[in-house]
């Protein structure tokens, strides 16, 4: 049967496509696990020019400071420029760099919270693929098998409370404890609304322990903040008692006098931030070196919360990630269902109120949250 004109021009044209996504494929299959040194990778990245600019995800400037200043330590010829933002911010950020004429502003790695940007620059071929040394050791479920995005690190929100605020109070560690109404005005909580991470908490809350649990919670009168850095710092600070809606390290500091407490019985948040390298950026030998500084044991050995590696384990007797009452893959796939995610967010904002005060990053953290 002979096809007329345009037909036969759409199945040559949808030919040709399938076949251009077939060679992507193998392409993209080919890529090899990294086998040069950190040693060898860092000659590369002075030999490139010896820049390297990154994009964070997170709340408080100074953030990342903790391990991108053993980065800066062990690399210090390379000049590094980075940012923290939230991570809503930083992709549309991205977005408009690589629209812009010279694509000057495109970073030279991206590592976000919001996991299912990935996979919209991944479809898009926004992302290379690249598998740095140790990438076989990452979790399956937190890595790109064609290797166009890896988990880099992970990041636990539970219980973060202060003994001396609390006094005779015992310190809360399931949902339930928050209802307690003697830690009335002694909770700080982020606007669950104003973070995919404290959104998914609040989605599991409402899951387990129903509606009714969140209005009770409301009831209590929490202290609503934007920003998950800043629970911590009030509670460092004695301001406040109690939160579920931030981070600290698993082992305590030196001095410590505040906890870091998992739940007794129930689920917690775990995700595993993630990076990738844009497909137009300027320092790729750069950002292979900071991947592979990332998985290799200098840094999964130190981390302050779980590794992305299965054979490296969490300080502070934790072990493994799988081992514990969290999933890091269950946050991946729920920040997928986008919406899932704004039809839960709205509701939440008829519940709560609009999220009030300036941007995490525009805190003073000086000044204490009413």
Avoid at 104 to 110: A, R
Avoid at 190 to 197: E, F, G
Avoid at 233 to 250: E, P
């Amino acid at each position: 049967m002979k096809l007329k004109g345009k037909t036969a021009l759409t199945i040559g044209l949808l030919a040709l496509g399938l076949h251009l996504q077939a060679q992507e494929m193998v392409k993209t299959n080919r890529v090899e696990i990294e086998t040069k040194s950190l040693d060898e990778l860092y000659k590369d990245a002075l030999e490139e020019g010896g820049e390297f600019v990154l994009r964070a995800g997170g709340d408080k400037p100074d953030q990342i400071d903790y391990y991108l200043d053993k980065f800066k330590r062990r690399f210090p010829k390379l000049k590094v420029t980075h940012t923290v933002d939230v991570s809503i911010n930083h992709a549309p950020r991205y977005d408009n760099a690589r629209e812009a004429g010279g694509k000057k502003n495109v970073p030279d790695v991206i590592q976000f919270q919001t996991l299912h940007d990935f996979e919209y620059y991944k479809e898009r071929r926004l992302i290379e693929p690249y598998k740095p040394k140790h990438w076989d050791k990452v979790f399956p479920d937190h890595k790109d098998p064609n290797g166009y995005w890896t988990s880099v690190y992970g990041v636990t929100f539970s219980n973060y409370v202060n003994p001396e605020v609390l006094g005779n109070i015992e310190a809360p560690r399931d949902a339930l404890d928050y209802l307690n109404p003697e830690l009335k005005g002694k909770i700080i909580l982020t606007y669950p609304h104003d973070d995919d991470a404290v959104l998914y908490q609040f989605w599991h809350l409402k899951e387990q322990y129903g509606w009714e649990y969140l209005e009770k919670l409301v009831a209590n009168e929490p202290t609503w903040i934007r920003g998950t850095a800043w629970p911590y710092v009030a509670i460092n600070k004695g301001w406040y008692a109690a939160s579920f809606t931030t981070f600290w390290a698993f082992e305590a500091f030196p001095g410590q006098k505040t906890a870091f407490l998992l739940p007794k019985n129930d689920f917690f948040l775990t995700w595993f931030q993630t990076a990738a390298i844009p497909t137009q950026a300027k320092h790729k030998a750069a950002a292979k070196l900071y991947l592979n500084w990332m998985l290799s044991e200098e840094f999964q050995g130190t981390w302050l919360q779980f590794p992305v590696r299965y054979d490296v384990e969490a300080p502070g007797g934790y072990g493994s990630v799988l081992k514990q009452n969290t999933s890091p893959g269950d946050f991946r796939r729920w920040m997928m269902k986008r919406d899932l995610v704004e039809r839960f967010r709205l509701q939440l904002r008829q519940l709560i109120g609009e999220a009030q005060g300036p941007t995490p990053v525009d805190i003073d953290y000086s000044v204490r949250p009413e």
